[in-house]
């Protein structure tokens, strides 16, 4: 994704998969598209219990409805930045 939008939500009352519907839905209403991916602070990704390092947890694959959820670093916490993966809607090669 080269071009998305920003959104910010720090209510600590409502889980991550809900905010990312809550800036899908508004994205779609503005922009006429669905967004499909969105980048997060590795922080804001739900705690696991089993253990497992910072890097195996970045490597889990999280969707929160049709949205692919990855982590960055680069993402301010409780911002969400995000768009559609490729040209027209479609999946980068």
Known sequence: MKIGMLWFDNDKQTDLATKIQHAA???QNKYGLRPNVCYVHPTMTPKSNDGENEEKKEEKVLKAGSVL????????????WIGVNGLNGQPNP
């Not at 959820?69 to 969400?80: F, G």
């Open 25 to 27: 839905d508004y994205y």
């Open 69 to 80: 959820v990855r982590t960055s670093k680069t993402v301010l916490p409780n911002h969400i």
